[in-house]
C-alpha cells in the first residue's frame, strides 16, 4: 500500500511538469522570434500537444462521410432488392 501511494504522488506531479516545459518552449519559441537570436540552438523540440480543432473542416468531414454511408446504404437496398435471397443450406451433422 505504501509503495502505491508513493508511486501516485510521484506520478501526480508529471502532467505539470510537461505542461511547464512546452510553456517554457513556446515562450522561448516567441523571444527567438522577437529578438532575431535563435534561443533553441542547443534545446531539443519536444512533441507540440497543442491543437484545435477546424469546425468548418468537421463539419464538412461529417457531411461527406454521412453522404458516402447513405450511398452505400442505397446500393446495397438496391442490391439485396434486385436479388432474390438465398436459401440457407443445410449443414452436415458431425459426429
Known amino acids: 500500500m505504501a509503495a502505491t501511494a508513493k508511486l501516485l504522488r510521484?506520478?501526480?506531479v508529471i502532467p505539470n511538469l510537461i505542461f511547464s516545459i512546452e510553456q517554457y518552449e513556446k515562450f522561448l519559441i516567441t523571444l527567438s522570434k522577437k529578438s532575431k537570436v535563435n534561443l533553441?540552438?542547443?534545446?531539443k523540440l519536444s512533441t507540440s500537444r497543442?491543437?484545435?480543432i477546424n469546425a468548418a473542416t468537421l463539419d464538412a468531414?461529417?457531411?461527406?462521410?454521412?453522404?458516402s454511408q447513405q450511398q452505400s446504404q442505397e446500393t446495397s437496398q438496391e442490391a439485396t432488392v434486385d436479388t432474390p435471397p438465398q436459401p440457407q443450406k443445410k449443414r452436415m451433422k458431425t459426429r
Open 10 to 12: 510521484e506520478t501526480k
Open 40 to 43: 533553441m540552438q542547443h534545446m
Open 50 to 52: 497543442d491543437f484545435r
Open 61 to 67: 468531414a461529417l457531411q461527406e462521410q454521412d453522404a
